[in-house]
């Protein structure tokens, strides 16, 4: 890739799990009356066509790895297992007593954190729990995160009979420089025998979660990681940018020296190489940051433009209702956002009151889901069209007009009433998302706030 490219669009910008971002959240005109208005509307009209997604955020960790942006607690007391299961049911049980049916529940996810902090037995109590308020889905989707220094045998085969078939090991690198930079000591033999039992096991979609750009990181270091991953076998890869933000997450990114992180050409590098490589393993590029066998269901979703993109990431099934859990958690009902509240002893105040622990949210206007709905088209499929007049605003003209210049370097075509990244222009796809951000552009941000697109 062009140096030039690099230096001309590498600039601050979100990575669009949501829009509004939530930056640009405007929370003033949010209350938990409205929130609650708005969740049930979608529920009653979507629940027993396309059921619900639940994200259960688990946040506990036994050690701070220094490359995280995530919400999280540091502990080794396992005695905060059973009291946030406790709050995390009983905000459940605040949702269920809101519905007037029995929630269809389509998908689950176990972010953290470190979900496999928590014992076997109490993420089957967790799970049975929610479930037994709850119908399935004939085609339900079960996944969670797991850290291979900590995921047992006995979780595999838990969660496996509880129905999960899906699970994200987070491996970043496999240098020994790198791993003690971002204090994250993972030997290749744990993810080997960890990504192997699940194999055993039955699992069907086996992701690894590898990260460019890290501190002392060499391209050596990425063909290594990315080889010996391969030998392995899974059926995803998630290969994620290193967001460098410590004036954002504070002591947890200060572990190095600012200039102890790849830059520029060289992170581009690290990128582009690594990308090849992964595709001479047979990986096939989905979306942003994401790769999969042909064999796996993103790769499917993505092929039949079935693939969708919220709080959660890449998935391969659409709701309009998704419910987060625990704390810090976000909620969609496609027309508005929630937010619960960050901090854990505040979380768990609210529960004991018998309210749900919303911090905060946006309510999405009109003009929010048009613009919502084109940056789900770029993330999912790389690119959008207008030839429904529900997807033409007053702006577009003034945005396509603004990536005039990237269509002349390549990255991406325009035609009277579609838009298309080219292969070359897919490591900017956020910054084609940034074009269409009508919120960003009339409030650019005077402090920082995102990570660089490049």
């Known amino acids: 890739m062009k140096q030039s490219l690099i230096q001309k669009y590498n600039v601050p910008g979100p990575r669009y799990t949501s829009y509004?971002?939530?930056?640009?959240?405007?929370?003033?005109?949010?209350?938990?009356?409205?929130?609650?208005e708005k969740m049930l509307e979608t529920f009653s009209t979507t629940n027993a066509k396309d059921g619900i997604s639940l994200y259960i955020h688990l946040p506990f960790c036994e050690s701070l790895c220094t490359f995280c942006g995530c919400h999280k607690r540091i502990t080794k007391r396992h005695e905060v297992e059973n009291p946030y299961i406790t709050a995390v049911l009983k905000e459940w049980n605040?949702?269920?007593a809101l519905?007037?049916?029995k929630p269809v529940v389509k998908e689950i996810h176990l972010g953290g954190g470190t979900p496999t902090f928590f014992s076997p037995e109490n993420l089957k109590h967790l799970i049975n729990s929610i479930l037994s308020k709850s119908k399935l889905a004939d085609n339900y989707e079960f996944s969670f995160e797991g850290h291979p220094n900590n995921t047992t045998k006995e979780h595999l085969q838990t969660l496996y009979n509880l129905g999960f078939r899906r699970v994200s090991f987070g491996?970043?690198?496999?240098?020994?420089?790198?791993?003690?930079?971002?204090?994250?000591?993972?030997p290749f033999q744990n993810v080997a025998k960890i990504t192997l039992l699940a194999k055993e096991i039955g699992y069907t979609s086996i992701s690894h979660d590898l990260?460019?750009?890290?501190?002392?990181?060499?391209?050596?270091?990425?063909?290594?990681?990315?080889?010996?991953?391969?030998?392995?076998?899974?059926?995803?890869i998630a290969f994620y940018s290193y967001a460098h933000v410590p004036w954002i997450k504070g002591n947890g990114q200060r572990g190095f020296k600012d200039e102890d992180v790849p830059k520029d050409a060289i992170k581009r590098q690290l990128y582009e190489q690594g990308k090849l490589q992964l595709s001479k393993h047979g990986f096939e590029e989905i979306g942003m940051d994401h790769f999969a066998l042909k064999t796996d269901s993103m790769y499917n979703a993505f092929k039949t433009n079935s693939l969708h993109r919220n709080f959660m990431g890449y998935t391969t099934t659409t709701t309009k209702l998704m419910i987060g859990l625990g704390v810090s958690s976000i909620s969609d009902?496609?027309?508005?956002?929630?937010?619960?509240?960050?901090?854990?002893?505040?979380?768990?105040?609210?529960?004991a009151k018998n309210e749900l622990p919303?911090?905060?949210g946006h309510l999405l206007n009109d003009e929010d889901l048009v613009i919502r709905q084109h940056i789900l088209n770029i993330m999912c499929t790389f690119t959008t069209n207008w030839t429904d007049n529900k997807l033409f605003f007053n702006e577009l003209p003034e945005v396509l007009t603004s990536l005039q210049e990237m269509e002349t370097d390549g990255l991406l075509q325009i035609d009277d009433t579609s838009l298309r990244i080219t292969a070359a222009g897919k490591p900017f796809v956020r910054n084609v998302c940034m074009a269409f951000d009508l919120r960003l552009k009339r409030n650019k941000p005077e402090t920082a706030l995102f990570s660089m697109t490049i």
């Open 171 to 186: 491996v970043q690198d496999y240098a020994e420089k790198v791993q003690k930079a971002i204090h994250r000591i993972q």
């Open 358 to 360: 919303i911090h905060k």
């Open 333 to 351: 009902s496609w027309n508005a956002f929630a937010q619960n509240e960050k901090d854990l002893e505040t979380y768990y105040e609210c529960l």
């Open 20 to 36: 509004p971002t939530v930056p640009y959240w405007d929370t003033d005109a949010f209350s938990l009356a409205v929130w609650k």
């Open 99 to 101: 519905f007037n049916e």
């Open 211 to 236: 990260v460019f750009g890290l501190p002392f990181q060499t391209l050596d270091n990425v063909m290594d990681t990315i080889n010996k991953t391969n030998s392995l076998n899974p059926d995803r």
């Open 94 to 96: 605040l949702y269920c």
